[in-house]
């Protein structure tokens, strides 16, 4: 039941001589969510990016389905299972729409072979656009035409199309609008009823703590709390004590 | 208006070879931040390769292609073995080590071949002038615009329509992201080393069919050339490379018709005078820069 999916132990990362995470401990099991709150530049993007293997961890351990990976590159890490939806969504916007889906699934060549990888790609295409049909419509559209929502929607979707085994979403709402913001977390929701393991950084809690396991807040570089989403939830106070974010700006 | 005619096609022809040498070279900036001074040395081993295959007694269009094959191997090998390792390191790195492959890869061009000029026996498609009308229009030269129109519709090709070729964009635009997705870096900088190499194996060829002799020292022209062009066009934007390429070939063709001849000898004086100025007015050269190889 709790198999254990991925494991931070004490992560020290950064940017040159710039320290950024002081030993930080994650935990996930398969098949659960947990989000990661803090307030800008608390160290929760650079702590994705460890986990996806951008940024080199300089001390401490990540594993992921038992195995030790802290030194594989990010390169390969896709092809483990672990697929990140980086904060600003980062879609190519030289590649179409589809080239964009096409090459979310590229670890999947080496991973299951050339025949089985295309019908792979083919069935991941036709899932993104039943589930955004907006991009279906304009498949060869380039991705720099896309609005904020619909490159979301596309980020999402090419993340997808490796079939992960754990989802990392950094701030999937930023720079969104509020009713755009809902709209992916409906489809976050929606996943996640379909057992999607899922890791996700946000800077506001409400939403997000409606629907994950348990809650992590990291203050400059260190987890300062952990607890179970409910409890979190419940305890305003103690949130926003350790959070030290404005309440106003959950309010949106 | 035959004169005309015919100062358009030399410029187009001289501009083809510039051009191309632009995107080959360009097209390394833009995925690697490479400026590769030992580009024009390929050209000259390619040629090299070219004169002896022919000589061995294989037929010029065997020799062409082994040429062209061998340049692209090669300019892989330097590519793997020399700039691989400092990728990612700032941009002066790389460019110190191209100047090191140039000096290592010229003086192997010096030891296995000589200081003597040599001259590639081409054959007569190369060298005869076709007469239209009052219009003198040496083959060589619709060779040349032919063969440019061919390498720039294959390289949009490859990178506008293949797998391999979306790889190629994705890393030039956000090479973070393409990592992400299960890419590796290795596999894209390959593939530019091939490409970017044999368009120096194809330009060898007609390079050296226009200007004659073949010293391990004629790589310094194509290479000025190409760099020229690239900062007329904006460095990393494949387009400006082209439309760069062409310009100076339009600019070399209008001043040596136009300018009186006590004043031709000052040519690329006054050439490197533009080039100062278009980097002073506008450094991101006549196209207006943004990293895009296709």
């Known amino acids: 039941m709790t198999e254990e999916l991925l494991n931070v132990e004490a992560i020290e990362a950064g940017y040159g001589d710039t320290r950024v995470l002081h030993g930080v401990d994650l935990h996930l099991s398969e098949g659960e969510a947990i989000a990661v709150l803090g307030a800008n530049g608390a160290g929760k993007s650079t702590l994705m990016m460890t986990i996806a293997g951008i940024v080199p961890s300089r001390a401490g351990r990540v594993s992921y389905g038992g195995e030790e990976i802290t030194a594989t590159p990010a390169e390969e890490r896709v092809g483990l299972g672990i697929a990140l939806v980086p904060e600003g969504r980062q879609i190519f916007g030289s590649l179409t729409i589809e080239e964009n889906l096409k090459i979310g699934a590229a670890c999947l060549k080496h991973r299951i072979g050339a025949t089985a ?11 993104a656009f039943t589930r955004f049909p907006v991009l279906g419509k304009r498949p060869n559209d380039s991705g720099s035409a896309l609005s904020g929502g619909q490159q979301q929607m596309l980020a999402i979707s090419r993340a997808l199309m490796s079939s992960p085994k754990l989802l990392l979403m950094d701030e999937p709402c930023m720079g969104l609008s509020p009713k755009l913001g809902n709209e992916v977390y409906d489809i976050l929701k929606a996943l996640r009823s379909e057992g999607q393991s899922m890791v996700i950084v946000e ?6 703590l409606d629907f994950v396991d348990r809650a992590c807040v990291l203050k400059v570089g260190r987890k300062v709390l952990e607890a179970e989403a409910a409890e979190l939830a419940d305890d305003e106070n103690l949130l926003s004590a350790y959070f030290g974010i404005d309440q106003a700006v959950e309010q949106q | 208006m035959t004169a005309l005619l015919q100062h358009i096609i030399d ?7 510039y051009a191309l040498l632009a995107l080959g070279l360009t097209l390394a900036f833009s995925i690697m931040n490479l400026i590769n001074f030992g580009y024009g040395i390929l050209l000259v081993w390619g040629a090299y390769g070219l004169l002896g295959l022919t000589e061995a007694g294989l037929p010029f269009g065997v020799a062409v292609i082994l040429s062209v094959v061998g340049v692209t191997l090669l300019t892989m090998i330097i590519g793997r073995v020399a700039f691989r390792p400092f990728i990612g390191a700032p941009p002066i790195t790389l460019l110190i080590t191209s100047f090191a492959v140039l000096q290592i890869v010229q003086y192997a061009a010096i030891v296995a071949w000589g200081e003597k000029p040599r001259i590639i026996n081409y054959p007569p498609a190369f060298t005869d002038v076709l007469h239209i009308g009052a219009l003198r229009v040496p083959l060589l030269e619709i060779i040349t615009i032919g063969t440019a129109a061919v390498v720039v519709l294959v390289y949009f090709v490859i990178l506008n329509r293949t797998p391999l070729g979306s790889k190629v964009r994705a890393a030039a635009e956000l090479p973070d992201m393409t990592r992400l997705v299960g890419i590796r870096p290795g596999t894209v900088q390959m593939t530019v080393f091939a490409i970017s190499g044999a368009i120096a194996g194809v330009v060898g060829v007609l390079w050296f069919a ?15 050339k190409a760099f020229i062009a690239i900062v007329l ?7 400006g490379a082209l439309l760069g390429g062409f310009a100076l070939g339009a600019l070399e063709v209008l001043m040596s018709v136009t300018l009186p001849e006590s004043v031709l000898g000052y040519e690329p004086a006054i050439v490197f005078a533009i080039v100062i100025a278009i980097l002073i007015l506008r450094p991101s050269g006549i196209a207006g820069a943004k990293v895009n190889p296709a």
């Open chain 2, 233 to 239: 066009g904006g460095l990393g934007n494949t387009r």
């Open chain 1, 203 to 208: 800077e506001s809690s409400r939403r997000a």
């Open chain 2, 11 to 17: 410029a187009l022809s001289v501009g083809s070879t």
């Open chain 2, 210 to 224: 226009k200007s004659g002799a073949i010293t391990p020292r004629s790589d310094l022209e194509p290479t000025l």
């Open chain 1, 117 to 127: 990888a295309r019908k792979q790609v083919d069935e991941g295409i036709e899932r």
